[in-house]
Each structure stands twice: as structure tokens, then as C-alpha cells.
């Protein structure tokens, strides 16, 4: 049952974020401090995402678990197993707090753990199937969430890529912007 949810959420986990947005947007407020906050953890969030998947690749931009066809384990991946999850946690908590909408940050993170726990479960018992003792070593050294100070000691032999990097975070970097640039005229026209 969880790792079919899991398998679901995978699927629609570039949806989800939809309905909170529509509305931060509807209730938008920015001021000067939460611009500033906000726009510091969408960095954050970022190049975090950036370093994650300039190592992974498009792997992470499939519908269906499975696509990893290697197991990474440096860059990020050495310090926290879900790079690219606390990214979207960071990008999603950034634009929550640059609209202004504070009263959402409880629902979006429930809605974050409701939607990452049953996926984060169901890659974690892939790549444990899939990479055996390799991955068993990986997972009880480095932490699921919150990174490490130290780095896996047994770290992969992926580089990293900028081309690699752009290339796959086009997308969410043309939504962040999209998204920002709705904050502003949204902003701008409830204050004409």
C-alpha cells in the first residue's frame, strides 16, 4: 500500500505544489523582510537542486521509480540521501514566505512529509533491492533529511556537470520564475 502511494505521488509530484501556489497567490502580500527571506531560501533551495542533479542527471526528471541506473553517492548525495527533496522543501518554504501567505507554511509542510515519506519509502526499497549491500552501507551512513558535516566516505565516481545541471533543472527554474514574477505583478496590482 505505501509503496504504491509512493509510486503515485512520484508520478504527480511536479502537480502537487499547484494548489498551494494558486493560493499564495490569491492572498499575496510581500513585504521588504519577506522578499528577502523568501528569495535567500529560493537560493538556497536552487543550488542545492543544481548541485543534486548536475551529479544524478535526468534521471531525477522521470515519472516512474526506477530510472536511477547507478547509485550516487557524492557531491550532495554524500552528505544527505534526498538532495533534491530538501531543495523542493526549501524552494517550496521560499516562496511561501516571499508571497507573504505565512498561514500556509503548516499546510505545505504537512502536505511535504505526506507527499515525500511514501516516495522517499518506496525509491529507498528500489535501490535496496537494486544495489543490495552498496546501498545498505549508504543508507545507514548518511542521513535521509538533514546533511552530515561528513561525507559519505565511500563516494561514487560521478562528476559534475553545469550542462548536465541546466539542462535538467530547466523546468523548475522556468516555474520559479514564473511563479516569482506572478508575486510581483499580483503584488504591484493589489497595491495600484
Not at 14 to 30: A, C, D, N
Not at 74 to 97: D, F, K, Q
Not at 152 to 175: G, I, M, V
Request: charged share 15%; with cysteine.
Amino acid at each position: 500500500m505505501l509503496e504504491r502511494l509512493g509510486r503515485f505521488f512520484f508520478r504527480i509530484r511536479s502537480f502537487t505544489p499547484v494548489p498551494l501556489i494558486l493560493l499564495m497567490l490569491y492572498f499575496v502580500q510581500p513585504t521588504r523582510f519577506s522578499i528577502i527571506i523568501g528569495v535567500i531560501l529560493l537560493l538556497l533551495g536552487e543550488l542545492g537542486r543544481l548541485w543534486a542533479v548536475g551529479y544524478a542527471g535526468s534521471s531525477t526528471r522521470t515519472r516512474t521509480l526506477g530510472a536511477a541506473r547507478q547509485l550516487v553517492t557524492t557531491g550532495p548525495y554524500a552528505y544527505v540521501r534526498n538532495p533534491l527533496y530538501l531543495g523542493n522543501g526549501l524552494l517550496s518554504v521560499g516562496i511561501c514566505i516571499l508571497s507573504g501567505v505565512y498561514w500556509i507554511l503548516p499546510l505545505l509542510v504537512a502536505g511535504y512529509f505526506i507527499q515525500y515519506m511514501p516516495i522517499v519509502r518506496s525509491e529507498e526499497d528500489y535501490l535496496l533491492r537494486t544495489y543490495g549491500e552498496s546501498y545498505e552501507a549508504y543508507r545507514s551512513h548518511t542521513p535521509r533529511w538533514l546533511p552530515m558535516r561528513t561525507p559519505y566516505p565511500n563516494a561514487s565516481r560521478h562528476d559534475f556537470s553545469w550542462k548536465r545541471a541546466f539542462q535538467s533543472e530547466r523546468r523548475t527554474l522556468l516555474a520559479i520564475l514564473a511563479v516569482c514574477g506572478l508575486i510581483v505583478l499580483l503584488s504591484v496590482w493589489k497595491n495600484a
